[in-house]
């Protein structure tokens, strides 16, 4: 597959499918979740201007991709166009100039970055009522929500953000490496860290970038400036599993596959299906 090498792997899936964005081909790959497999009539070519495509989130409908030029640009899913009327151009101003990953419960979308080490709010629709606590007037798309910033990343040592993932009510932030190599916690109803649900990453897992999880499973994508490679870990506690994406002959936990493709996906697939922590011999 030509996303074999990518530059940021920042992830989002619908529990089907999984996009991949990659920074070099301007481009979100596919593949399907259950097999690993690329779906390539699923895939997105991004816009001519959304050249330094750095993360993405979508609400299974629209995929907004965060551009390293300080815009976050939006695409039909479904049609795989344009949809500029959802863009939010307001990162500049707002002082949000080095864009990575996303996250959004529908009404707001956190935005991390990486000079401000700070995760930025905004409106991602009109919403009534209006979010607690209320900003000073009803928000429109990419309104600023500066009272759900959360501002507490340079306190826990989280100095280099890239990849979110939240269940709703904790939000994961990947440190890339540079200093740590590990997933901060915060509480997103109050802008809090939460120590208690951190973890660090495995020895390997040394340039962590994008973030997924289905809840019990969290996905961690290390880019191709280090070992290229899809981690599994469980959100339960600490590392259960690491796994490189293969077809392997014995499944054990901890256990290192050679590279391949996504298939490491159908493993983590079969394995909660199965409710063990390792897969039997053969």
Excluded: C
Excluded at 115 to 125: E, F, H, M, T, V
């Amino acid at each position: 597959m030509r996303n074999s090498t990518p530059t940021r792997w920042l992830l989002w899936s619908d529990g089907t499918t999984i996009w991949v964005v990659d920074f070099n081909d301007e481009k979100l790959y596919a593949y399907t979740l259950a097999t690993g497999a690329r779906d390539v009539a699923k895939e997105v070519d991004l816009a001519a201007d959304n050249d330094r495509p750095i993360g993405l989130w979508s609400d299974g409908t629209t995929t907004w991709v965060a551009d390293e030029g300080d815009k976050i640009y939006a695409y039909t899913l479904a049609t795989k166009t344009r949809d500029a009327g959802k863009d939010i151009n307001t990162l500049t101003a707002t002082g949000n100039d080095s864009p990575r990953g996303l996250w959004s419960d529908g009404t707001t979308i956190w935005v991390a970055d990486g000079g401000d080490d700070k995760l930025y709010a905004y409106a991602i629709q009109i919403t009534t009522p209006a979010p607690t606590p209320v900003p000073a007037s009803e928000p429109s798309l990419g309104a600023r929500l500066p009272v759900r910033d959360i501002d507490a990343l340079t306190t826990a040592g989280n100095d280099s953000p890239y990849g979110l993932w939240s269940d709703g009510t904790t939000i994961w932030v990947v440190d890339d490496g540079l200093s740590d190599a590990k997933l901060y916690a915060y509480t997103l109803a109050t802008s809090t860290r939460d120590a208690g649900k951190e973890f660090d990453l495995v020895a390997g897992n040394d340039s962590p970038r994008g973030l997924w999880s289905d809840g019990t499973t969290i996905w961690v994508a290390n880019s191709g400036f280090g070992d290229e490679k899809l981690y599994a870990y469980t959100l339960a506690k600490t590392v259960v599993l690491v796994m490189r994406n293969s077809t392997p002959t014995r499944w054990l936990p901890g256990h290192v596959m050679p590279p391949r493709s996504l298939t490491l996906l159908r493993a983590m697939t079969t394995l909660m299906a199965s409710g063990r922590t390792a897969l039997p011999y053969g």
